[in-house]
């Protein structure tokens, strides 16, 4: 075994974690002793049988070898052999069942897995699996199949809980031998839930207030501030946009300009006025299928136009077409059910029980759209939508979709949306996936593993609405809890929230989320409310430093012992230095805007035939400084600042971001003159009402931006770089003068020029900190 | 000592370099190399205080011929009929329809598709046999000629996107649709990078003269799909900023950003001891990182110190920065400095009109570049273990599209074949591997498919195309998807 398995073997599996080259000698001991008294087969076995045997012994029919599959009870017990003789699992006897036999042989004829497939068993995980079959083999369902049930709330914690959430989190603490930390300062408190709900910094007075604010119930009015500020919406809308792969330009080769945001306005909307979340989604999903759909329920279903589309030269239609219907289902499966049903796309899934034909059912749904694969005319002016679409008039806008923020005062604008096709369209399997290999016809259905569409309901994408939200649905309530505990907590309950399957992580706190789940619908899926009572939770207030000792337990924080630090996301640390800066444009919605970024980015790809995206024209005056939301995507060239900071390209659905540490990171913060605008901005804010000298000032800008007040010795350290800069600008009256001339923002010639250089550079510098773009 | 011991013997000192070099107490060791190894194994990266990144694999699959890629990537679908693949018959039946027999109901792009007729045409330009291979190569490639002798010529490619968009997706990611990961991210997650200063992935973009509004790039290419960011590709470019964000601001010299540098450090450092997030240090390390880049890069773009001979060999227009040739040239010079790929792309071979003329331009825009940088790393003791790559996404087709006259025509996108050389680094030199037809339309030996030339360049490097992977969404993906068999034939 290598020290690297060995090391993370280590932490996983118990709460010691050794170093990786004492790992390595405790191996042996390990095995035995961090194998867990009652061998679990959803938490323990099934992920070793998904990962390392499913491939040839799993649910794709096509690849199973020896007739043997491990992925249902009946085929795991099942006869084996011409001679129906031996069996893969006898129950409580591990030297009769051959898979024991095979997994522990020395024979590299019989081994498994075999060494062609790359794949190996570490001596633990072949325990495991002995000591399973020793006490019985139990098989269960996979866990996010079966419904969520309600859990008994355990007693530990009290005194230290404030909800239940708590109750749970305290529980699993003490089974790992660990304490909660202690509640984080009031002025980190309000940072961490500023940016959490609304996506900002707290301004100064906010914290203040806070922080005298000595009422019991100070905490649970700030979190209800936040949540009913628009700012909450746009904070919200942020996440769905990269869930609804929104973009302003179709993708594909010339990549021309779309009108899709009057959608992104409604979700702004939408989020303001907490809609239900299962209205919000049925809405999107399926708001064409309502009775008698208003204008504004039409309009939710660009949700599923925002997919990417070609007008390429010489594409073939249906091809096009088929990847739009594709796109929706897994949209589907990665939004709202947590499953990779485009895994099944090919072939039936090699991992979870999805069959190619669940798949080609379910994309069914999506299947009857009257439109095209292949739109030419998407060439000729950036306003075109293309079928169907919904023309949306200035009347309108004016009476009954008043969220739209029609800058321009057009006549009308037409959007994408949804709409079935009269003579409805047959489904087909694909084999292969491919468009023109038509297999078996189907009929549109939801995965036969999961609860049927309730009865009565129709049978189409309203349908399928309705039946993400029954209580039977075991996902969508796991799912969303999931993605709102993520917002909040950095990571999920479940760590990969794009898979509950088999090959997904499994949940830290299974009854937590059940808890949960269950809880969210039947307050009625109340977004707002749900996310205050988990920002109320004692769990969520916690400190985020970590003591080594702690650290060394839980690196990576699955037991919450303390709150996490998180970078921030690559809108949010724009929008803070502009928002501190004071010169954040706080208008909400309307068309995308394009703030500064290098030149020549977009002209040295394009082929010429982009239109109006062949070249990048930067916006003038205060559409600079809008909150990042509204910064015109471009799917095949982004904006640099934010891919830089892990943002999504936008190509396809994504509910979980990346969050790295890079060069090109740092190159950003430090010279991009977005933030050398900001930093000016805020050096004359400073200046004006900052204090009276400067020591005041730098305390002032640091606060600012990290809603923290320095520690004597990061002022002072401040304090003698503002001063050997200031003295060395002195004398160089001309190199101030340029420095201070980066970006579009200027300061008023009246200023004091080597003081203005020296407090802009030491809010860069600021601005660069680990503390800056983290919230603790 | 072969490649392979050199390589673990350089983990083995890069590993024990990461240990001693950090001081800390051993406990706090102790607990920072845990860290480290899970993350290494979560994400694929270990940063071990900026020194550069250090690969996934601990070994190399097998000794590699090749340490680095250059990749000339001739983006627009070059047509191999007036380049490599000379077929006298087409000027023979010039003008007649492509017969059905050849065609056998093949797919058409819509751009044809429509056409009443296919009349099949021959290369306006003459061709010669070059070199002990005899290889058959065009009057439109005098430079490139002289050099057949250390090309491997493979006439055989074929693809399955018809489109450029597609088609370029899969030839740079293995998967027609966007998202996933690009060869040289792979190859930075894999194997990391030998150059501290430098990031692993480079690419060079430049315009060609044959047909400049042709069809587009995307910066999804160079992108890292699902692998950690530090794989993406960094441009370079021909720009004020040669790396976006690069340079200080005015008003700030070096030793003013040195400054802020350290004082940077030292905040972060107290904040460090309150919050024991080991992020911040490698924060720290990242800084660090930046700050070199900002002399590394300036200092492998400078080309003003390269000898008169070597503008001589690489053509004049290396002398105007973001041309191919300049790019060629610096390729050279990022291949010194131990980058692990450096990918060029030179846009503008989507000729479907005006052939003759476009192509001619846009052939003289690589010819002679091309060749300088396969003689220049020759001449360095480079070529090697430097693989060259020239190709396009796919071929041209045989007939015309639009009107055949007597000067001019076009063509369309042909996937069925089409021709790619590679050279150095373990390739076969001087040979023509795979044919096709006398229509030059169908394959007739040797057929190499995309995946197979991923799964044979990966194999140079000294890896198994099919066991370097990385876990995303609960599956192990790779560079060559489900298929690639490596092309024992083309291997040295």
């Known amino acids: 075994m290598s020290t690297l398995k060995s090391c993370c073997f280590a932490v996983f599996c118990t709460a010691l974690v050794f170093s990786c080259e004492q790992a390595s000698t405790a191996d042996k001991t390990l095995v035995a002793t961090a194998l867990p008294e009652v061998v679990d087969f959803n938490f323990h076995i099934k992920?070793?049988?998904?990962?390392?045997?499913?491939?040839?012994h799993g649910p794709d029919e096509?690849?199973?070898e020896a007739g043997l599959g491990l992925h249902t009870e009946a085929h795991a017990f099942a006869a084996l052999g011409k001679a129906q003789d031996h069996y893969a699992l006898v129950p409580g006897n591990p030297e009769q069942s051959t898979l024991i036999q095979r997994i522990y042989t020395d024979d590299p004829q019989e081994i498994m897995p075999p060494p062609e497939s790359n794949l190996t068993l570490t001596e633990h995980e072949k325990a495991l699996l002995r000591r399973w079959v020793e006490q019985g083999a139990e098989w269960k369902k996979h866990w996010a199949f079966l419904p969520p049930e309600m859990p008994e709330v355990p007693q530990a914690g009290a005194g230290w809980a404030q909800n239940e959430i708590d109750h749970f989190v305290y529980a699993k603490l003490q089974e790992k031998g660990l304490q909660p930390s202690s509640k984080a300062?009031?002025?980190?408190?309000?940072?961490?839930?500023?940016?959490?709900?609304?996506?900002?910094?707290?301004?100064?007075?906010?914290?203040?207030?806070?922080?005298?604010?000595?009422?019991?119930?100070?905490?649970?009015?700030?979190?209800d501030t936040f949540l009913n500020s628009t700012a909450y919406a746009e904070r919200m809308a942020l996440d769905w946009m990269d869930i609804a792969r929104y973009a302003d330009t179709h993708g594909y080769q010339d990549d021309f300009e779309r009108v899709m945001w009057p959608w992104r306005d409604w979700v702004i909307h939408a989020f303001k006025e907490n809609m239900p979340y299962d209205q919000f989604v049925t809405w999107?999903?399926?708001g064409d299928l309502l009775p008698e759909p208003t204008l504004e329920q039409r309009i939710a279903t660009g949700f599923n136009r925002n997919h990417k589309i070609t007008a390429e030269g010489g594409v073939i239609d249906e091809e096009y077409r088929v990847e739009y219907v594709a796109d929706r289902a897994q949209t589907l499966g990665t939004a709202f059910l947590g499953l990779t049903m485009e895994c099944a796309k090919c072939h039936d899934h090699k991992y979870d029980p999805i069959s190619q034909k669940d798949y080609f059912s379910l994309y069914g749904y999506f299947n009857t759209i009257p439109e095209k694969g292949f739109v030419g005319q998407l060439n000729q002016n950036f306003r075109y939508a293309p079928k169907p679409s919904v023309r949306i008039t200035q009347k309108e806008i004016e009476g009954i979709v008043t969220f739209i923020n029609n800058r321009d005062s057009l006549p009308y604008i037409d959007l994408m949306v949804m709409e079935e096709q009269e003579e409805p369209r047959k489904t087909y399997i694909l084999n292969r996936g491919k468009y023109d290999q038509y297999g078996d016809e189907v009929q549109p259905a939801v995965p036969a593993q999961l609860p049927p569409i309730p009865e009565g309901a129709p049978n189409n994408r309203l349908g399928l609405a309705q039946w993400l939200f029954t209580p039977e649905n075991p996902l969508t309530g796991r799912v969303t809890v999931n993605r709102l505990w993520q917002q909040l907590f950095g990571t999920g309950i479940v760590a990969t929230p794009f898979d509950f399957g088999n090959q997904g992580a499994l949940p830290t706190h299974p009854e937590l989320l059940d808890f949960l789940a269950i809880k969210f619908r039947e307050e009625g899926w109340d977004v707002k409310a749900m996310l205050r009572y988990m920002a109320l939770s004692a769990t969520y207030q916690q400190t985020a430093a970590a003591s080594p000792e702690l650290l060394e337990q839980d690196p990576e924080n699955r037991w919450l012992a303390r709150a996490p630090r998180l970078r921030l996301q690559a809108e949010m640390i724009r929008d803070q230095a502009f928002a501190v800066s004071g010169l954040l444009n706080e208008e909400v919605g309307g068309p995308s805007v394009k703030p500064y970024q290098p030149e020549g980015l977009w002209e040295e790809t394009t082929g010429g035939g982009g239109g109006s995206t062949a070249r990048y024209m930067v916006s003038e005056g205060p559409d600079r400084y809008r909150k990042s939301l509204y910064t015109f995507w471009k799917r095949t060239v982004p904006p640099p600042g934010m891919l830089i900071m892990d943002a999504p390209s936008r190509d396809l659905c994504s509910v979980k971001r990346q969050e790295t540490n890079?060069?090109?990171?740092?190159?950003l913060l430090l010279n991009d003159p977005q933030v050398l605008e900001a930093s000016k901005a805020l050096a004359l804010q400073a200046w004006e009402q900052g204090g009276a000298d400067a020591a005041e000032r730098i305390a002032y800008m640091f606060r600012a931006v990290t809603s923290a007040s320095p520690e004597e010795a990061e002022l002072q350290l401040l304090l003698d770089y503002f001063e050997e800069e200031r003295a060395a600008y002195t004398e160089k009256q001309e190199e101030a003068q340029s420095y201070l001339s980066v970006g579009a923002y200027t300061l008023p010639d009246t200023l004091p020029l080597a003081d203005m250089a020296a407090y802009t550079l030491v809010a860069n510098t600021i601005f660069n900190l680990d503390e800056a773009i983290t919230r603790g | 000592m072969n490649p392979f011991e050199e390589r673990s013997l350089q983990l083995n000192r890069r590993a024990f370099l990461s240990k001693t070099a950090l001081g800390l107490g051993s406990a706090a060791l102790g607990s920072l190399l845990g860290l480290r190894c899970f993350r290494a194994n979560d994400k694929g990266i270990i940063t071990e205080s900026g020194q550069g990144i250090e690969g996934v694999l601990k070994a190399l699959h097998h000794p590699a011929k090749a340490k680095r890629i250059i990749y000339l990537f001739q983006s627009g679908g070059p047509s191999q009929l007036e380049l490599f693949d000379y077929k006298p018959l087409l000027e023979k039946r010039r003008g007649e329809d492509l017969p059905e027999s050849v065609r056998q109901g093949q797919r058409l792009t819509g751009m044809t598709s429509g056409q009443d007729s296919f009349p099949l045409v021959g290369s306006q330009f003459g061709f010669q046999q070059h070199g002990q291979s005899g290889a058959w190569i065009s009057d439109l490639l005098p430079y490139t000629s002289k050099i057949a002798d250390e090309l491997c010529i493979v006439k055989s490619m074929y693809t399955e996107a018809i489109n450029h968009d597609p088609a370029i997706t899969f030839f740079q990611t293995g998967s027609q649709q966007p998202g996933r990961p690009s060869i040289g991210s792979w190859l930075s997650y894999g194997l990391g990078s030998d150059n501290e200063n430098l990031p692993a992935f480079t690419v060079l973009l430049s315009r060609g003269t044959g047909r400049p509004n042709g069809q587009p790039l995307y910066s999804r290419l160079w992108g890292n799909g699902f692998l950690h960011s530090l794989h993406q590709g960094v441009q370079f470019r021909a720009a004020k900023d040669p790396v976006l964000y690069l340079n200080d601001p005015a008003g700030l010299g070096r030793s003013g950003r040195r400054k802020m540098l350290d004082k940077l450090e030292a905040l972060n450092s107290m904040h460090h001891e309150e919050t024991q997030d080991p992020e911040i240090q490698s924060r720290i390390a990242q800084y660090e990182m930046a700050y070199r880049m900002q002399t590394s890069v300036p200092d492998v773009m400078s080309v003003e110190d390269e000898p008169d001979y070597i503008y001589q060999m690489y053509g004049p227009d290396a002398m105007t920065p973001g041309t191919y040739a300049a790019n060629c040239l610096l390729a050279r010079r990022l291949a010194e400095k131990g980058v692990r790929f450096i990918q060029l792309y030179h846009m503008g071979w989507d000729q479907h009109e005006n052939l003759p003329t476009a192509i001619a331009k846009q052939a003289k825009d690589v010819d002679q570049a091309s060749a300088a940088l396969v003689m220049d790393l020759k001449q360095r003791g480079m070529l090697d273990d430097t693989l060259i790559i020239w190709g396009g996404e796919f071929g041209r087709t045989n007939y015309s599209q639009g009107t055949l006259t007597d000067t001019n025509y076009g063509r369309d996108h042909h996937p069925?074949?089409?021709?790619?050389?590679?050279?150095?680094g373990g390739i076969k030199p001087g040979i023509v591997y795979g044919d096709t037809d006398d229509f030059g339309y169908n394959i007739t030996e040797n057929p190499v498919h995309v995946h197979d030339f991923q799964a044979t360049m990966l194999h140079l490097l000294g890896i198994d195309h099919e066991q370097l992977t990385y876990k995303y969404q609960g599956r192990r993906f790779r560079l060559t998807d489900v298929e690639g068999h490596v092309v024992k034939d083309l291997l040295a």
């Open chain 1, 47 to 56: 992920p070793i049988l998904s990962d390392r045997c499913f491939k040839c």
């Open chain 1, 62 to 64: 096509a690849t199973r």
């Open chain 1, 185 to 223: 300062e009031k002025a980190k408190l309000i940072r961490r839930l500023s940016f959490d709900l609304r996506g900002l910094p707290p301004t100064l007075e906010e914290i203040d207030a806070f922080v005298e604010d000595d009422r019991p119930d100070a905490w649970a009015r700030l979190v």
């Open chain 1, 284 to 286: 999107q999903l399926a």
């Open chain 1, 662 to 667: 890079t060069p090109l990171q740092a190159l």
């Open chain 2, 416 to 424: 069925r074949c089409f021709t790619m050389w590679m050279a150095g």
